[in-house]
């Protein structure tokens, strides 16, 4: 009987999928791709046919959603069935949701793991994984504008933890929230509420090109990473609440935060 | 000039490094790889070697932290060395030491993520990943005793968020603590304080093998969960806050939770 296989593609591009990864799409009856809940910068369909040496059909989000799937549940009905997803492959929700669809119509589900930008960033960043708090994505201010970002922060940093902000993208339009407008809107927020808690002068870090072969991470007060120049996307943001010394040090030596930082630890 | 490429094996054997590390490991001078930090149970090294045509020197818990690298900062100073990781490689924090103490010597380093047991357990459960609060490690209670794992677990319930919990692993010993010692602890840590915030009628997520072809994921009452038969390890937990309809649909259809659960919804 058929079956549907979650394969994360990882990072960046065409290179960032496992050996494991690999061989289920070597192996599949039909190969499915979606490019819309992330960005792979770097990302060749040519090349991943070549090395697959298969045909990929690449879904969209009007597949996945308005229809539900429908393509890729009647395929993994008759035979194996993968779907290629950026990152690790159920940290979206319509992956989950498509996921549950299929068990309840009795198809088995199986999922190849890949590298996520959850961990690529905190990594990156040098900060002790286990202080992130509640982590949220940063929508674009003028389209669905919310304080929601501003108030994790604020709560995690209450209770001496970090947080990661994603920031949204809009793949179809190639539309990327960048550090400089996400970093404003949080400021308008903060202006709006009439509250300190985030400044011009707090400890910010801004990522670029996380997973990529040259990946910016630069640290330093808001208004500087305000200013820096981070390339091109996709971007995260990072508000580090309290610090043990060994992140302030990860900061100044990765990242280019200021030396002081060093005296601001637990 | 040399350089050191820190990358990730990602999860359960040889087949979880990504194409884009594999062709890192093929054009290393020289490669190293440690195995302690986590378990990947179905790892082969002969598989590794075969698959890259390399000599892999395992390097130990003693090469890395007590000699400080010494061994793979020697090679990344005169060539290409490459630090193979289970996981995404700069999760543990003593690599992200090893990568500062490289950078300070002005050796460069790379980073080429890998799946990592963060994302892959939370997207298994089939819960929003920006609902998880602070994680934290569970240890072995019979060594070290701790009211923090229960004291996370409380205070992100407190705020309608989830908890990710890491159960410790001893691998030179293999030595892995279970889901059932662990529960236990926290329950008698919740007895020790007198508290009734996590009992027997917890909801409880118990995740074992996370990253194989066949992981378990039970979602049920904590005395549920408790007698629970998950098989090999690693294992992980996850104690949910506020549940979404969606998330509930998913502990319900992917893990076995009892139906009622969908009556509990926000």
Known sequence: MGEIVFVGLGL??????????????KTADNVFLELYTNLLPGFSLDRLKQVSKKKINV???????DENGKVVLDAGRVGKAVLLVPGDPLIATTHVAL????????????????????SAVIGLSGLHSYKF???VTIPFPDETPSDTPYTVIVQN??????????LDIKTEQQR???????LNALLQTARHK??????????????ARAGSNDPTVKAGLLKDVLEYDFGLPPYSLIFPGKLHFTEAEALVVLAGAPEKLRMETE
Chains 1, 2 share one sequence.
């Open 157 to 166: 940093k209450s209770l001496g933890l970090h947080t990661l902000c994603l």
């Open 176 to 182: 990327y929230l960048t550090i400089q407008m996400s």
């Open 59 to 65: 879904v969209s989000r009007r597949d996945l959603e």
């Open 194 to 207: 009439k509250k300190k808690e985030l400044t011009v002068n707090t400890l910010t870090v801004g990522i």
């Open 99 to 118: 996921r549950i669809e299929a068990e309840k119509r009795k198809i088995k589900t199986r999922v190849i793991h890949g590298a996520s930008i959850f």
């Open 12 to 25: 960046h591009d065409d290179t960032g999928i496992s050996l494991r990864g690999l061989e289920e799409v």
């Open 133 to 135: 708090g509640k982590s």
